[in-house]
DNA sequence: TTGTAGGCGTTATCAC
DNA sequence: GTGATAACGCCTACAA
């Protein structure tokens, strides 16, 4: 702990009442200004930090946010993270981070941890393993605001800032269809439990749909967001017989488009010659890598910023009612799709 | 605010004193078993949850850590952070996360307001442009506890973590002198005020020193931490007669290696071909670039976990003398510095 | 085993 | 313009 001092030492010093001292350093009106002068000339030569905890505890606001993500290492949440700063650094709160490492039980247990800190809000993405939604909407009903960024928990009274999942994986999917003729295209999906792996699949089959192309049970697999498993996922499509193999692959996210590409590099096949691969996020590294990745740009400082600012409404206005708010994203059109390198593509 | 349930509320509700339920809550031993059960089911069923502000008011102890980070965009960071947490989150500490964005200005309010919250320490990597070493003096000597990381201010009685930065700038130096036989060889320095600015330059000094190679002060360019600066101070290096351009570039870290080289592609030249580069921390686009950039690996995980427990260590113990830990890094020898490629490069 | 008094540092409220 | 008092929710220390 720091700082010592107190209000009522610099009263002390200078033989005036604490509630004295505590009006002229909040500069109010009904202080002469002589004493103003004093008192913050006396707290500045005593050192005198205010002390945020105890003014918390009378005014029952902490000026404290908790944001929790599920993968500090993936590099679309770090970007959300600076976006959500921008807004709520300017308006004074703090923010308390929590990665959750993709695990629900470390996620409870944080949200928890946080609401006993008396956090003014919370800004949640969920994890790869959410199952109890009861568990939130417990949070939401002792009173604590949350929205919900990118990955998010619908209909339970929280908003939700988002990009239009099903829309933009519907197109990229189109693409591979009509630009390339592509027919067999499987899915590596996220869990169906959480928001976005859902709607991307739902995309995914949209597109299958109005195209009428037959959709196969065995080309749509559970790869999960992170690297590792869509590997694994990936290898095991390609156990398949080689006639059965599909075309081409919609990964749920670009973490999940990079296992794919280095399962099929390990398997002896190539990208796109092969399969062609697209992703989801426009991760710092996809257009770096050998063959660039096709995929869908996420626009992750504004889906930060956004999520903040609708946080901040909600806390000065509780009974506002909740909402969706779609943030629109991009295509980026590169080679892993089998379209041929551009002068402009970055 | 949440909950408003009080132990004053549940100790109404069941005709105790607010102290029995403190007790039973807490799991005192003095508290009748029978009590105990009483107390905790109806805690449940009131959705009581502990007030940590309120206990925070009366233990001076937050379990709270304030962390300040200048760019959490370089992706060496979200990693540092993602150690820190691992070990902070073991000891039920929760993390105040800043991005300073590099400017001081904004560190400056952050610790000053992180102060006010009552953390129980701080983890800081300085801006790019600190001048003020007296401001983290004052934090020092009102008794918060600060351990730096990587951007480190030294002999101010703060512990530090960070890595053998001059043995490992020297070392990727005698790599480009020894190996390739450069010796025409430039630097893009950080700022001289930052640790690591300083001590990769020296690095970089005693590698030519050792060498007897000649230290040309055109060589040497402050282009600072991010690649948009760097790649301005490549353009004005490359600005020299072609005759005494460098053959070699030595950046300090691999966001200013990054913008060397699109300053150096935009000038019509080739990575190494017409001039090698080498970085500092081993990004994570470090080996997908077209030509893979050799620079030295940063363990930031490692990091992040040695500065959270040194900083745990030093709360518990505020009178441990203050000491420097160097985490040892490796060289990734790739192929920006005319090295072939090799099998087993990742 | 349980309860009471007092205080952590601050502010709202009412009094002078 | 300034001061006294009580309260925020909890815990330590002491008393019963």
């Keep these: 702990m720091s700082s010592n001092v107190t209000l009522k030492h610099i009263a002390k010093e200078l033989g005036l009442s604490a509630m004295t001292v505590s009006r002229a350093l909040n500069d109010r009106s009904n202080v002469s200004e002589k004493t103003k002068k004093r008192v913050i000339e006396k707290a500045k030569s005593m050192g005198y930090t205010p002390n945020h905890v105890a003014k918390s505890l009378v005014s029952s606001k902490t000026y404290t946010i908790g ?12 970007e ?15 923010l308390f981070l929590t990665n959750a490492n993709e695990e629900f039980s470390r996620e409870k247990e944080a949200i928890r941890t946080l609401q006993s800190k008396r956090v003014d809000g919370l800004l949640i993405s969920s994890s790869q393993d959410v199952k109890d939604y009861s568990f939130y909407e417990e949070i939401i009903n002792s009173g604590t605001v949350i929205v919900f960024f990118d990955r998010c928990i619908e209909n339970i009274g929280a908003s939700c800032v988002s990009v239009n999942d099903r829309a933009s994986s519907r197109q990229i999917t189109e693409h591979l269809i009509e630009v390339h003729g592509y027919t067999k295209i499987a899915h590596l999906s996220g869990p169906p439990e ?3 792996g859902m709607k991307r699949k739902n995309g995914y089959l949209d597109a299958l749909r109005s ?3 037959e959709i196969n049970n065995k080309w749509i697999t559970e790869g999960g967001f ?8 990936m290898q095991k499509l ?8 599909p075309e081409a692959v919609v990964a749920v996210n670009d973490p999940s488009a990079l296992g794919a590409i280095s399962a099929i590099k390990s398997a002896g096949l190539s990208v796109p010659d092969d399969i062609a691969v697209v992703g989801f996020t426009d991760d710092v590294r996809a257009p770096l890598l050998e063959v660039p990745l096709t995929t869908v740009h996420q626009p992750a400082y504004e889906v930060g910023k956004r999520a903040a600012r609708r946080l901040l409404r909600s806390i000065d206005n509780p009974d506002e009612p909740a909402e ?4 629109l994203t991009s295509l980026k059109i590169r080679q892993s799709c089998g379209c041929p390198p551009a002068e402009t593509n970055t």
Tied chains: 1, 2.
Excluded at 80 to 94: D, F, H, M, P
Excluded at 238 to 245: A, N, T
């Design 67 to 78: 944001v929790v993500i599920p993968q500090i290492t993936h590099s679309f949440f770090p």
């Design 80 to 94: 959300v993270v600076r976006g959500i700063e921008e807004v709520t650094n300017a308006s004074n709160y703090q």
């Design 194 to 196: 959480v928001s976005v």
């Design 211 to 213: 195209h009428d192309l």
């Design 226 to 233: 992170q690297e590792e498993s869509a590997q694994k996922a």
């Design 238 to 245: 390609l156990e398949l017989p080689k006639d059965e193999h």
């Design 324 to 327: 969706n708010i779609e943030v």
